[in-house]
């Protein structure tokens, strides 16, 4: 409120464009009352603590025996179309209404008195001052100084609190339509900048489930819903990671069981993404299950639609979802699909090149019948150890390739070499010394296999610097290395050789905890014997069951 006016009612507030009307008043000598869409009046005009005795005019402002005058006033601007003339109370007082508008409903009125000497000559004035217990003669006297040489002119005074009226309100709505237009431009930089975040979301991350959660966790949080969800079918599109995956940011209204049934259902009945976007508690049993609507956008795949991008309950003043928001929703639906299709190419491509590593393995270990299956158990083991670690998904991934080609260098030694029964002579064990850099060299040229090459060249190194090839020790030794060592020399002794039978578990276990320090990580060693074996021991006893078919025929 301005110098002029003060509230007197906590639960109304002057508008900012009536407080800034009531200022203008000031400046033209006149008072003002605010009063709301029904006319009751809830801010009273007080005279300036700069006049001398100024309580006396505030009294009177503030009288009881007024107060119906001015009511009547502000009911009769609010309830006509145009502004009232100024209404003359008495000789030398008169009112002025003006009422604000939102749209083509009024909703408070400001009611300007202008008063002038004459006014204190009136009988009404004198009526007015007794029954607030006040002296006419200090009521003038504060309405002599307050004016000071002025006479509010009431005709002139209601054009002018015409035109500001008009003019403030203008000002108000521009206002409102700069910060309106300002919100939709951040959102749209932000919904941007988003979509920018998912590209590269989806270029840096080789676990597609996660990045699927990631891009759930930015939507949420750029858009005004309660909860978003990515819901796949079961047809995977060449991406089983994905297949009958739900990924969910944050609680719907409903349990998580039921909201994942309805979207499954929904996505079970349409094969083209074909189906309404906005759905709604009148047509959609998924809306009626949130109580709100639901914006539903189709993630296709090959023409078909393998998966569904949902949001729903939206928060902030505007229920209803906007065209914006679902045309970045169907945006980011877009990226998902993109995203899900490249996926599915180099799946197709990595499994093809897994296979054909796997091929060439075990070529290689099927040399001698007593290594059938070795290159796949140490993989197995060195991801299992990776997982033991708390390594991600893709590390883990590089652990296993890296086991599956630790050998791959045996392809350049001798096959009399390899499959030899007695002790080795110096000649011979010099060429077996070869092979992690003969795997290397071989393997370097190939970009992909670029996380899996130390591990090939170093898996023979020893934690002391005794090993080969390069005499590396302690933490020197890359990490995958020193793993790719363990669960190699826990599947030589634990198979049977051509120099010797398998070793029992308990031994096998005993010396690598006691080589820890020597030839392993001591931190490492202790983890590895901890590992669950079930799986290795299944999958020796089906390498040895073909090594034996090989070796009958």
Same mark, same amino acid.
Request: aromatic residues 6%.
């Given at each position: 409120?301005?110098?002029?006016?003060?509230?007197?009612?906590?639960?109304?507030?002057?508008?900012?464009?009536?407080?800034?009307?009531?200022?203008?008043?000031?400046?033209?000598?006149? !008072?003002?009352?605010?009063?709301?869409?029904?006319?009751?009046?809830?801010?009273?005009?007080?005279?300036?603590?700069?006049?001398?005795?100024?309580?006396?005019?505030?009294?009177?402002?503030?009288?009881?025996?007024?107060?119906?005058?001015?009511?009547?006033?502000?009911?009769?601007?609010?309830?006509?179309?145009?502004?009232?003339?100024?209404?003359?109370? &008495?000789?030398?007082? !008169?009112?002025?209404?003006?009422?604000?508008?939102?749209?083509?409903?009024?909703?408070?009125?400001?009611?300007?008195?202008?008063?002038?000497?004459?006014?204190?000559?009136?009988?009404?004035?004198?009526?007015?001052?007794?029954?607030?217990?006040?002296?006419?003669?200090?009521?003038?006297?504060?309405?002599?100084?307050?004016?000071?040489?002025?006479?509010?002119?009431?005709?002139?005074?209601?054009?002018?609190?015409?035109?500001?009226?008009?003019?403030?309100?203008?000002?108000?709505?521009?206002?409102?339509?700069?910060?309106?237009?300002?919100?939709?431009?951040?959102?749209?930089?932000?919904?941007?900048?988003?979509?920018?975040?998912?590209?590269?979301?989806?270029?840096?991350?080789?676990?597609?489930?996660?990045?699927?959660?990631?891009?759930?966790?930015?939507?949420?949080?750029?858009?005004?819903?309660? !909860?978003?969800?990515?819901?796949?079918?079961?047809?995977?599109?060449?991406?089983?990671?994905?297949?009958?995956?739900?990924?969910?940011?944050?609680?719907?209204?409903?349990?998580?069981?039921?909201?994942?049934?309805?979207?499954?259902?929904?996505?079970?009945?349409?094969?083209?993404?074909?189906?309404?976007?906005?759905?709604?508690?009148?047509?959609?049993?998924?809306?009626?299950?949130?109580?709100?609507?639901?914006?539903?956008?189709?993630?296709?795949?090959?023409?078909?639609?393998?998966?569904?991008?949902?949001?729903?309950?939206?928060?902030?003043?505007?229920?209803?979802?906007?065209?914006?928001?679902?045309?970045?929703?169907?945006?980011?639906?877009?990226?998902?699909?993109?995203?899900?299709?490249?996926?599915?190419?180099?799946?197709?491509?990595?499994?093809?090149?897994?296979?054909?590593?796997?091929?060439?393995?075990?070529?290689?270990?099927?040399?001698?019948?007593?290594?059938?299956?070795?290159?796949?158990?140490?993989?197995?083991?060195?991801?299992?150890?990776?997982?033991?670690?708390?390594?991600?998904?893709?590390?883990?991934?590089?652990?296993?390739?890296?086991?599956?080609?630790?050998?791959?260098?045996?392809?350049?030694?001798?096959?009399?070499?390899?499959?030899?029964?007695?002790?080795?002579?110096?000649?011979?064990?010099?060429?077996?010394?070869?092979?992690?850099?003969?795997?290397?060299?071989?393997?370097?040229?190939?970009?992909?296999?670029?996380?899996?090459?130390?591990?090939?060249?170093?898996?023979?190194?020893? !934690?002391?610097?005794?090993?080969?090839?390069?005499?590396?020790?302690?933490?020197?030794?890359?990490?995958?290395?020193?793993?790719?060592?363990?669960?190699?020399?826990?599947?030589?002794?634990?198979?049977?050789?051509?120099?010797?039978?398998?070793?029992?578990?308990?031994?096998?276990?005993?010396?690598?905890?006691?080589?820890?320090?020597?030839?392993?990580?001591?931190?490492?060693?202790?983890?590895?014997?901890?590992?669950? &074996?079930?799986?290795?021991?299944?999958?020796?006893?089906?390498?040895?069951?073909?090594?034996?078919?090989?070796?009958?025929?």
């Amino acid at each position: 409120m301005t110098a002029s006016t003060t509230e007197i009612q906590a639960s109304a507030v002057a508008s900012s464009v009536q407080c800034a009307l009531a200022e203008r008043a000031s400046s033209l000598g006149l !008072w003002c009352w605010h009063a709301d869409a029904t006319g009751r009046v809830f801010a009273e005009p007080e005279a300036p603590a700069a006049i001398r005795g100024a309580g006396a005019l505030g009294s009177w402002l503030r009288s009881a025996g007024l107060r119906p005058h001015i009511e009547s006033a502000a009911k009769a601007a609010l309830a006509g179309d145009a502004p009232p003339p100024p209404v003359e109370l &008495f000789p030398g007082c !008169w009112l002025i209404t003006l009422a604000e508008r939102k749209g083509s409903r009024r909703t408070n009125a400001t009611v300007a008195m202008a008063l002038t000497p004459l006014a204190a000559e009136q009988d009404d004035f004198t009526d007015i001052c007794r029954g607030a217990g006040v002296e006419p003669e200090a009521v003038a006297r504060d309405l002599s100084t307050w004016l000071a040489g002025r006479m509010p002119d009431a005709a002139q005074a209601a054009m002018v609190l015409g035109w500001s009226l008009n003019d403030l309100s203008r000002a108000e709505g521009d206002a409102a339509t700069l910060d309106q237009f300002s919100e939709k431009l951040v959102q749209s930089y932000e919904e941007t900048n988003l979509l920018f975040r998912l590209a590269r979301f989806m270029n840096g991350s080789n676990d597609p489930a996660q990045v699927m959660g990631m891009i759930c966790n930015q939507l949420a949080q750029a858009l005004p819903f309660q !909860w978003v969800g990515i819901r796949f079918g079961k047809e995977h599109g060449g991406v089983p990671e994905l297949a009958d995956q739900f990924i969910l940011v944050n609680e719907p209204p409903c349990t998580k069981q039921e909201l994942d049934g309805e979207l499954t259902k929904m996505l079970g009945g349409i094969a083209h993404d074909d189906w309404t976007r906005l759905l709604t508690p009148a047509d959609s049993s998924l809306a009626r299950l949130v109580k709100s609507e639901v914006v539903a956008e189709p993630i296709a795949h090959g023409g078909k639609t393998i998966g569904v991008l949902a949001a729903g309950n939206k928060t902030g003043p505007d229920p209803d979802a906007s065209s914006v928001e679902m045309q970045f929703l169907d945006a980011a639906a877009d990226f998902l699909g993109v995203f899900h299709e490249n996926l599915a190419r180099f799946t197709e491509q990595r499994d093809l090149f897994v296979g054909t590593l796997r091929a060439l393995t075990a070529s290689i270990d099927a040399k001698d019948p007593y290594t059938c299956g070795h290159s796949e158990r140490v993989a197995m083991l060195a991801s299992t150890m990776a997982e033991a670690m708390g390594l991600e998904r893709a590390e883990i991934e590089q652990f296993r390739i890296a086991g599956m080609v630790h050998d791959v260098g045996k392809i350049g030694v001798p096959e009399a070499v390899l499959c030899k029964g007695g002790k080795l002579s110096d000649e011979e064990f010099a060429h077996i010394r070869r092979h992690p850099e003969i795997g290397h060299g071989i393997l370097k040229g190939i970009p992909l296999m670029a996380p899996q090459l130390p591990g090939v060249l170093h898996h023979h190194e020893r !934690w002391d610097g005794r090993g080969y090839p390069h005499n590396l020790a302690g933490e020197a030794i890359p990490v995958i290395a020193r793993v790719l060592a363990l669960a190699d020399t826990f599947d030589a002794m634990s198979s049977n050789r051509s120099y010797r039978h398998a070793l029992p578990r308990e031994r096998v276990l005993a010396e690598l905890e006691r080589c820890g320090g020597t030839q392993f990580d001591p931190k490492l060693a202790p983890i590895f014997v901890k590992l669950d &074996f079930s799986r290795f021991d299944q999958m020796l006893v089906g390498h040895q069951a073909q090594a034996a078919i090989v070796a009958a025929a």
